[in-house]
């Protein structure tokens, strides 16, 4: 508070000095000019306290020109002779520093460029079966958490605030803190109660209420504001992006946010570090990029994220190409979950954004590639795709969602882009008007007409390689699964008609589920319970193994 107290002097006087004539003697008596000057330092002062309170704004001088420009002016208007040419000059001076600040991004489109540009590869690695390939929707967490409410104390007092994913302790979880619900209840409350957590992979988890008390909140108010908090312990820092919760292996919640610095003349953000606050005591520490905490994934906010998505995909070639001859523009898809972009984690647990960018030409739904961020490091990689294919962007999958389920008013949230058995595939939660989970489902983006959904990602997943075989695609060669071969006498068999062919399912004496088509063994449509089988299967970690080749005693 006192950085902000002497801040605030310094400005008010200065201002004072500039706005008060002191050679117009003529109308102005000495003790009335010291008057004026000790009026005017009081108000401008508490004004300009008042101001950066309220708004929050870095306490940088730069950030101080539009005020420089309407003092000068004034100054200007009310001196008069030599006095009044000097400040004359400061108004021009402080003029035309604003006209650049106010045409900075104009000219620096292509450091923008620069501090956002990325690797490229062609295509993501292909799929592990062994993982499980989609989350669990933010809009379905959320709304099983309001449904939990109830274990909160005094639940009138508070709110369900902001959700973020995280991996806490080996699982990928949704977390979510408990928040004021306004400024009476701020008042009687004085601190939060705790957060939320639900598994962000199994859709039939319930959130977990946890106990946590938290005094510097977002929905606090004065000083014990999280935002507010940070400001009067980093006066000067530029930050991006709201403050997330970040929750330690040991369940302990931390607010983070992003900072960073400004392209050129307080126009454009690149990202340098995270701060961390303690919630209960106010504690804060900076940390750069390389030194953030193991425990915190999204050191880069999505905000910043999305915004040198934007850099990349528009200034290729500068501001003016950007507006009218966009050679080379691609445009990042709106289709994300937090500020246009979706958090994924990869095979070893580490976080990233994805996004897909998209043609700027109107009614184009063909994707130019698509983004991987990584959350802690804020390294990028773009991927091309294969150039030889027309692949479809996030709002063609979405639009088959919409009228595959057009009757039941069924919508898709959170596309993400995988590399399904080679084939470049989107996998969405399909949601109810409710925001209810419904299913998921996969469309090739090279080849739309091949689509499925299941109750489960793996289930889906086990329906389109089905759908690709059927689509004259492939699956050899494309699983990192081991192949391996097993035998026995067949316990049951379920036979399901798909198309031209049919799906058999067995399980065999060894208490193991397989599947197979008729499509790769046609005899396999007559199989039934007491055969002795050999087969070759890959093991995917599924309940049902897929089988790459059956033999049938009796029938080779």
């Known amino acids: 508070m006192g950085n902000m107290i002497l801040f605030a002097l310094l400005v008010g006087l200065a201002s004072a000095l500039v706005l008060i004539p002191f050679s117009n003697g003529e109308n102005y008596g000495r003790k009335v000019k010291s008057l004026l000057l000790i009026a005017a330092v009081v108000l401008l002062t508490l004004g300009t306290f008042g101001f950066y309170y309220l708004f929050n704004l870095d306490r940088n001088f730069s950030s101080l020109w539009p005020f420089a420009i309407l003092i000068t002016l004034g100054g200007t208007i009310f001196a008069?002779?030599?006095?009044?040419?000097?400040?004359?000059?400061?108004?021009?001076?402080?003029?035309?520093?604003?006209?650049?600040?106010?045409?900075?991004?104009?000219?620096?489109?292509?450091?923008?460029?620069?501090?956002?540009?990325?690797?490229?590869?062609?295509?993501?690695?292909?799929?592990?079966?062994?993982?499980?390939?989609?989350?669990?929707?933010?809009?379905?967490?959320?709304?099983?958490m309001k449904k939990a409410f109830g274990q909160v104390p005094n639940t009138s007092y508070?709110?369900?605030?902001?959700?973020?994913?995280?991996?806490?302790?080996?699982?990928?979880?949704?977390?979510?803190?408990?928040?004021?619900?306004?400024?009476?209840?701020?008042?009687?409350?004085?601190?939060?109660?705790?957060?939320?957590?639900i598994s962000a992979t199994d859709s039939s988890a319930n959130p977990k209420f946890k106990k946590s008390d938290m005094i510097y909140t977002p929905s606090s108010y004065f000083n014990k504001n999280i935002e507010r908090h940070i400001r009067m312990q980093y006066p000067e820092s530029i930050f991006y992006g709201g403050t997330q919760l970040e929750i330690d292996n040991e369940g302990k919640p931390y607010y983070i946010r992003t900072f960073g610095e400004f392209i050129s003349a307080r126009n454009g953000f690149k990202v340098t570090g995270v701060v961390v606050i303690d919630p209960k005591s106010g504690d804060t520490k900076l940390y750069a990029l390389g030194d953030v905490p193991e425990f915190i994934d999204g050191a880069v906010s999505p905000e910043a994220v999305s915004l040198q998505n934007s850099y990349y995909g528009n200034y290729i070639h500068g501001f003016w190409n950007s507006l009218f001859g966009k050679k080379d523009v691609k445009l990042p898809s709106d289709e994300g979950t937090e500020a246009q972009v979706s958090p994924i984690f990869d095979e070893n647990g580490e976080m990233y954004y994805f996004t897909d960018f998209t043609s700027p030409k109107e009614g184009v739904d063909s994707m130019l590639g698509y983004s991987l961020t990584n959350s802690r490091t804020g390294k990028a990689t773009f991927y091309t795709g294969n150039l030889e294919e027309s692949y479809m962007d996030s709002e063609g999958a979405m639009q088959i969602i919409e009228k595959k389920f057009i009757e039941k008013k069924w919508h898709g949230e959170m596309p993400i882009l995988y590399n399904f058995y080679g084939e470049a595939s989107w996998l969405t939660p399909v949601l109810d008007s409710n925001g209810f989970l419904q299913n998921y489902f996969i469309v090739s983006a090279a080849n739309p007409e091949i689509s499925v959904y299941g109750n489960t990602p793996n289930e889906a997943l086990r329906k389109y390689k089905t759908a690709l075989q059927h689509g004259g695609g492939t699956v050899d060669g494309s699983s990192k699964a081991e192949e391996k071969q097993a035998s026995g006498a067949v316990l049951r068999v379920y036979k399901e008609k798909t198309g031209d062919f049919t799906i058999v399912s067995i399980l065999l004496d060894n208490k193991k589920n397989y599947i197979i088509t008729s499509e790769t063994n046609p005899l396999a449509i007559y199989l039934k319970e007491g055969d002795q089988v050999k087969l070759t299967y890959m093991d995917t970690g599924e309940t049902f193994l897929p089988v790459k080749e059956l033999v049938i005693q009796g029938l080779e």
Do not use: C, H
């Not at 620096?108 to 993982?131: G, L, P, Q, R």
């Not at 949704?174 to 008042?187: L, Q, R």
């Open 80 to 144: 008069a002779g030599k006095e009044k040419m000097i400040k004359g000059s400061l108004f021009v001076l402080t003029l035309l520093l604003g006209g650049y600040f106010l045409i900075a991004f104009l000219f620096n489109a292509e450091e923008k460029y620069e501090s956002a540009k990325m690797a490229e590869k062609m295509e993501i690695s292909t799929f592990d079966e062994k993982e499980t390939p989609a989350s669990v929707p933010p809009q379905f967490a959320r709304n099983k």
């Open 158 to 197: 508070y709110e369900l605030g902001e959700l973020q994913i995280q991996k806490v302790d080996g699982e990928y979880v949704y977390i979510a803190p408990v928040e004021f619900s306004g400024f009476f209840k701020w008042w009687n409350g004085k601190s939060t109660p705790g957060y939320f957590t």
